[in-house]
């Protein structure tokens, strides 16, 4: 027969005898001596509301068994003997109770008093910049003499080109972290980087073959087979992509147009070298943009206005998914003006122009016959994004419009007028066509 252990504790729990240790009655014991020790006061502090509701938290049964003794043992009038000695905190630091001479509360923090002073107000909010940033006589010379580039630059991001150029405020984005497994896709900006690396050296004479090592070198290719895959992949999509505007790439090829003319005060300079006798061909290996079509068109009014005598006076703008041709301009200097206009209003102060957003409107507006509150419905949903359409992300999540127009209604009056200003004339020269 084996030896039967036996419990000297268990039995001690189970038939208790006075004198005898209870783990169950040690708090209390603990509890009880605190209240014994204490001389002239006794502070107990518990969490009595929730933090995020304010709602009601009970305290420990210890607190509370001490409460309901307490309340059973004294009289107040009114019978508040626990209102009179529980003290309950409001759940912000800057109440107004914590202020007031008859609340019980008190606090010594001005930060809290100064919050609390100012919470009633109603205050504006004021925006990034109120009022047009001044210039000097030396940046005003500076900026009369504009490179083509910065023109362009400026119409793709009018708000970008303001916190820069004028204020050298740089927002950058957070670098994503590096994976730590290997790459074996491509994202859609390196596609983009690809073909239109490929696309530039097929006008060079170099075949795809020849360019793979340079493509390679740059690091946007993922290593080993994956890269040859993918390589050879774009190489096809950009041949075919080359078979479909073989008529406007096989023109013969002219001169570029040096651009150097004075207009509205400005001295333009520049380059444009894509010209050919079909006029000037703007390829762009990835889907149409509105910035595509505001830089073809800028391009477009230099060559109407300041192109040589001999120039065809069209002009293409070639993506993946569409083609579209402008016509020649004849008003091509009161355009330029406009434009050139609104450029010196940029610099001084944020426009509200916003060139997904704005083409948006513009097109609904004037080429669709949308009324005007339907053409702002448009644009605004361009401006906000939806996740049911191809423009998830809008242009209100980029920071240099968030920091610039956080504060008011971006899509206003000046909005709308600037919008039609800059498209009315694009879009009454310009048609789509085939490939």
Partial sequence: MGIIPYDLLFNVAKYPKTGDRSRR????YLFLESIISARHKLYISYVGQSIRDNTCIPPSVLVSELLDSIGNSFEAPGNEVLERIVTIHRLQPFSSAY???DSGLFSYSLENMLACAGAGEKRVPRPFIS???????????AWQTLDLDSLCLFFSHPARFFLQRRLGIVLEDAVPLSDER??????PLERYLIG????KSSFSGVTPADFEPVQKAMGQLPHGSVGDYHYQEMSIEVEK?????????????????????EIADFHIRGRISEVSEAGCVQLRYARLRAKDLLKSWIYHLICCHAGPADYQGTSFLICKDAAVQFDRVTDSG????DLLGLFHQGLVLPIRFFPNSSYEYAEHLLNKAASEPA???????????????DYATGESNDPYYDLCFRQSEPLDEAFEDIAVRVFSPLLAHCKEIML
């Fill in 131 to 141: 009022q047009a940033l001044p210039m000097t006589a030396e940046e005003v010379q």
């Fill in 241 to 261: 992509f080359l078979e479909k505007i073989e008529g406007f790439i096989g023109a013969v090829p002219q001169k570029p147009i040096e651009v150097d003319f």
């Fill in 375 to 389: 053409a702002l419905n448009k644009a605004k949903r361009k401006w906000l994004g939806s996740q049911f359409a």
């Fill in 99 to 101: 202020f007031k001479g």
């Fill in 25 to 28: 009655n040690d708090d209390k």
């Fill in 334 to 337: 009161p355009i330029l003006q």
């Fill in 196 to 199: 239109q690396n490929l696309l």
């Fill in 182 to 187: 290997e790459n074996f896709n491509l994202n």
